[in-house]
T-cell receptor, first 109, second 113 residues
Framework: GQNIDQPTEMTATEGAIVQINCTYQTSGFNGLFWYQQHAGEAPTFLSYNVLDGLEEKGRFSSFLSRSKGYSYLLLKELQMKDSASYLC??????????FGAGTTVTVRA | GAGVSQSPSNKVTEKGKDVELRCDPI?????LYWYRQSLGQGLEFLIY????????KSGLPSDRFSAERTGGSVSTLTIQRTQQEDSAVYLC???????????FGEGSWLTVV
């Protein structure tokens, strides 16, 4: 099984940077995903890491360290629309994705 | 279709009734997932279909839950004799053959009263 931990809530100011950490334990790691989910909506794909290092995509970056079982999602230049839940998910084997409980980010003006 | 389509979007049912939830994946996607999301909880894996292979049913919480996928496309999740603890959002997702990204539908919000 999976054990995926991420903080429950984070608050930041518009224009600032927020880093959401995710730690995991898995028997057959095959990639880590970050999804964004606005209240009442479907989760939408943000990033995918399978090798160690940083993947940058616009204002969002995701980092992975497989040896430490650790990832973070970095959100820069925060905007009000970034207020959402951010889900860390680990793929074990070929297809099964296990999700953390999600981190609710609130962006304040 | 353009995205994963689920119906109904909302369903209120009485305890003990059966419900059927439908998922129409992205056209051409061979992999299909069902997840459940309870209030304040993470997504819980229910079942996975891939082409004509036997589905992975390891996440189904009880024998009241079943799912099928006809013709390799549309899937139906059936919950028999619903209980209040079945109240949740049921999310369907699909993935293309060689892709990594899983695309989710808007979900079916089930309330058992």
């Amino acid at each position: 099984g999976q054990n995926i931990d991420q903080p429950t809530e984070m608050t930041a100011t518009e224009g600032a940077i927020v880093q959401i950490n995710c730690t995991y334990q898995t028997s057959g790691f095959n990639g880590l995903f970050w999804y964004q989910q606005h209240a009442g909506e479907a989760p939408t794909f943000l990033s995918y890491n399978v090798l160690d290092g940083l993947e940058e995509k616009g204002r969002f970056s995701s980092f992975l360290s497989r040896s430490k079982g650790y990832s973070y999602l970095l959100l820069k230049e925060l905007q009000m629309k970034d207020s959402a839940s951010y889900l860390c998910a680990v793929r074990d084997g070929d297809y099964k994705l296990s999700f953390g409980a999600g981190t609710t980010v609130t962006v304040r003006a | 279709g353009a995205g994963v389509s689920q119906s109904p979007s909302n369903k209120v049912t009485e305890k003990g009734k059966d419900v059927e939830l439908r998922c129409d994946p992205i056209s051409g996607h061979t992999a299909l997932y069902w997840y459940r999301q309870s209030l304040g909880q993470g997504l819980e894996f229910l079942i996975y279909f891939q082409g004509n292979s036997a589905p992975d049913k390891s996440g189904l919480p009880s024998d009241r839950f079943s799912a099928e996928r006809t013709g390799g496309s549309v899937s139906t999740l059936t919950i028999q004799r619903t209980q209040q603890e079945d109240s949740a959002v049921y999310l369907c997702a699909s993935r293309g053959g060689s892709g990594n990204t899983i695309y989710f539908g808007e979900g079916s919000w089930l309330t058992v009263v």
